[in-house]
């Protein structure tokens, strides 16, 4: 059974950082690109970033790119997102999510499961 488990979330003031992490287990965690996604109150979910499975290529959305850098650490199973110059907008839960593939070229297409998600609010 696919588990994902995101954590780090909290409130920050705008201009601060937070790091999220998704611990992941019940897939070969290396056989796949791990994407992380945002859903805002009232919005859709939409794609922030991708990171293929083993050769460190990255796709990000344009709304986070230069503030946001996502990593991963094979070892452990875990994906991290790290946040810098918050702003109001990025408030959202965020969720991480699998993708079918070993790269991000079909990104943001996911493999369907997801985590509980962690909350992020960013005061103005």
């Known amino acids: 059974e696919v588990q994902l488990v995101e954590s780090g979330g909290g409130l920050v003031q705008a201009g601060g950082s937070l790091r999220l992490s998704c611990a992941a287990s019940?897939?070969?965690?290396?056989?796949?690109?791990i994407g992380w996604f945002r859903q805002a109150p009232g919005k859709e979910r939409e794609g922030v970033s991708c990171i293929d499975a083993s050769d460190g290529n990255t796709i990000y959305a344009n709304s986070v790119k230069g503030r946001f850098t996502i990593s991963r650490d094979n070892a452990k199973n875990t994906v991290y997102l790290q946040m810098n110059s918050l702003k109001p907008e990025d408030t959202a839960v965020y969720y991480c999510a699998p993708s079918p593939y070993i790269d991000c070229g079909t990104w943001p297409l996911t493999s369907g499961s997801w985590g509980q998600g962690t909350q992020v609010t960013v005061s103005s």
């Open positions: 019940g897939f070969t965690f290396d056989d796949y690109a």
